[in-house]
């Protein structure tokens, strides 16, 4: 059974940083493109970024909100997706969720909250 | 303002037939597979559709989904009241280089 548990969000100050991690299980990690998507109740669902496997070559994208601010990144050898983002500021407040092979697996998510 | 545009709502009877349309371009339904997610309040999004009308094991054979050019459809037979919820399209858009989403369609059960 795939299994995607975030972790990390918390109450951060405007500016701040924050790394949330995600601990996967149930397939093989390092064959599967990893992605982020937050949701917010103004905004609603949106996608945050994607890591690509390292077989096809380990690619990053990142939407434009958050591109220069977000990095992505992944231990295989730990099963663990991670989304470190600086310069937050009050709209990246959302529900983060880890997402697996072309968001077809979902996290529960985590609560990032960005304070003025 | 999201890249798909869905209904904001749906509603039926039970046993109705509903449909929920999403609306794309050719940079992303046209070219690329679509999505379809259910949300329950206070829950993840869960897949529902994928691959434009394929579903994965364990969703209901009552959820089906179709795709024609730059538009597709979850249609949703036999409602149940365990179907309210928000439902969700999603596609990868090869010019924003990324998925985006439609804004979501809340189904209710008359």
């Known amino acids: 059974e795939v299994q995607l548990v975030e972790s990390g969000g918390n109450l951060v100050r405007w500016g701040g940083s924050l790394r949330l991690s995600c601990a996967a299980s149930g397939f093989t990690f390092s064959n599967a493109w990893m992605s982020w998507v937050r949701q917010t109740p103004g905004k609603g669902l949106e996608w945050v970024g994607r890591?690509?496997?390292?077989?096809?070559?380990?690619?990053?994208d990142y939407a434009a909100p958050v591109k220069g601010r977000f990095t992505i990144s992944r231990d295989d050898s730990k099963e663990t997706l991670f989304l470190h983002m600086t310069g937050l500021k009050v709209e990246d407040t959302a529900v983060y969720y880890c997402?697996?092979?072309?968001?077809?697996?979902w996290g529960q998510g985590t609560l990032v909250t960005v304070s003025s | 303002q999201s890249v798909l545009s869905q209904p904001p709502s749906v509603s039926g009877t039970p046993g109705q037939r509903v449909t929920i349309s999403c609306s794309g371009s050719s940079s992303n339904i046209a070219g690329n597979t679509v999505n379809w997610y259910q949300q329950l309040p206070g829950t993840a999004p869960k897949l529902l559709i994928y691959?434009?009308?394929l579903r994965p094991s364990g969703a209901p054979d009552r959820f089906s989904g179709s795709k024609s050019g730059t538009s597709a459809s979850l249609a949703i037979s036999g409602l149940q009241s365990d179907d309210e919820a928000d439902y969700y399209c999603?596609?990868?858009?090869?010019?924003?280089?990324?998925?985006?989403f439609g804004a979501g369609t809340k189904v209710t059960v008359l």
């Open positions: 999603a596609s990868w858009d090869d010019s924003l280089i990324g998925y985006v």
């Open positions: 890591i690509k496997s390292k077989m096809d070559g380990g690619t990053i």
């Open positions: 997402t697996a092979k072309d968001i077809g697996y």
């Open positions: 691959s434009d009308n």
